[in-house]
């Protein structure tokens, strides 16, 4: 075992053997992996101050193994995460919300790994009754499948609708487990968020003893690939995020890829966020398009991604890609779907051409980790929160502060009806 900046090894000790929720206790009850809530990763980055959690999506193993030797370099608390759309039943990543927390404590155990790791089922999206009534058996699967955290996403439903959703989920998401709430669906600069239905989202939760770690909102960032200038509205989050402040509310960022460095060190100086989503510029990374500063693919004069020859996969493998991607009508942010039907091809390339695979990985996350999100050295403070607590249950940041009274359903109803919000386009905006 590496021991780790500012903790010692009997801390170290003591966290493995109260930290680690009863899930991942069961499924892995020999492991030195240091499996935690999200909850424990949030209150190392509000004790630090300024300080943001990546949450890097593991859409294939080597971001997963790139995304953890970064953490542990950095000394850094980190979340692996896999969205509903990438890693859900009807997913396009072989890596799943029911073996990524496999993944990750094979990968843990295997490299030292010292540092606290979350695993967050980001994006579970909700779009309808069915889906809720879905959830309801789907949700408790991924927590028996080493879960430790979970975005419950209905924003792509009506204000009340997505409050209702949440409620009607909360009793299937473990106490101690993290929580993550979204209002706005997540579509660049069309359908911003607005305050008064942020705290809307959080009133009503509050009102039904829901205490949510993070709020994601549509601060003007879009998933995968930016086409446009907008990126994150940062004057947008701070005004939002100071409206939801009584309730202890952490920010959850999402879309980071086309954002550059000055603008994501702003939001972790100027807002409440304490979780940042990276996931399409690993992809990339991993595969070895040339992509930015931050982290947005390169296109040459003829609008294709720029292949470097001594990075990521092999040009053969690529030259294939290249050719699934346009028989199959895939352009731009759609090659994520390359994924599932290459996964065991990336696995049976050569150990050296793998190795170059998660070191890019690994080189981009640090320098985020380091210089971009103020996130190093935030791994003792994960580890004092568990100790502080005696516990893998931090317990909620808030208390109820709302008259439940005053949120039935019928008058939830009657204040989503008064909100004026602006939903903007509507279309497929998963992740």
Known sequence: MTEQRGNSSSDFEKALKIGRPPNIARLFPNSRALIVSGKVIDRAMIAKGNAIAIAANGRNYFVIRGSLLAAQKANAAIIIEIAKSEGGA?????????????????????????????????????KGDLDVEAAMVEIPTMFDAGMTSIAIDASHLPDDKNLLAS???????????????????????????????????????????????????????????????AGIQVPLTVEIHKAVEKYRVSGAQHGTSGN????????????????????????????????????????????????????????????????????????????KKLNLPFENKLQGLSSDIRERMVQGVEEFIYRLLRDVFNAEDTAPLAIEAIIGADSYDLGPKSTRMEDPAQWTEEKIAERASTLNTKKGPEGDFDD
């Open 90 to 126: 009807n997913a396009y990543c072989a890596v799943n919300y029911w073996n990524i927390a496999r993944q990750v404590d094979a990968i843990c155990n295997e490299l030292g790994i010292t540092i606290p790791v979350a695993i967050h089922a980001d994006h579970y999206g909700i």
């Open 260 to 335: 550059d460095s000055e603008r994501l060190k702003k939001i972790a100086k100027e807002t409440n966020t304490t979780k940042a989503n990276v996931a399409t510029a690993l992809q990339m990374i991993a595969w070895g398009v040339k992509v930015n500063d931050y982290g947005n693919a390169m296109l040459d004069e003829k609008g294709e991604f720029v292949k470097m020859p001594d990075k990521g996969v092999t040009e053969e493998l690529w030259n294939e890609m290249v050719a699934h991607a346009s028989s199959n009508g895939l352009k731009g942010g759609n090659y």
């Open 167 to 229: 409620i009607a989920l909360s009793p299937y998401v473990p106490k101690w487990a993290a929580f993550e709430t979204e209002v706005g669906e997540i579509k660049g600069k069309e359908g911003l968020s607005t305050v008064e239905e942020a705290s809307f989202l959080i009133q009503g939760l509050n009102a039904h003893d829901i205490f949510p770690d993070w709020i994601a909102l549509n601060n003007g960032t879009t998933h995968g690939i930016q086409d446009g200038e």
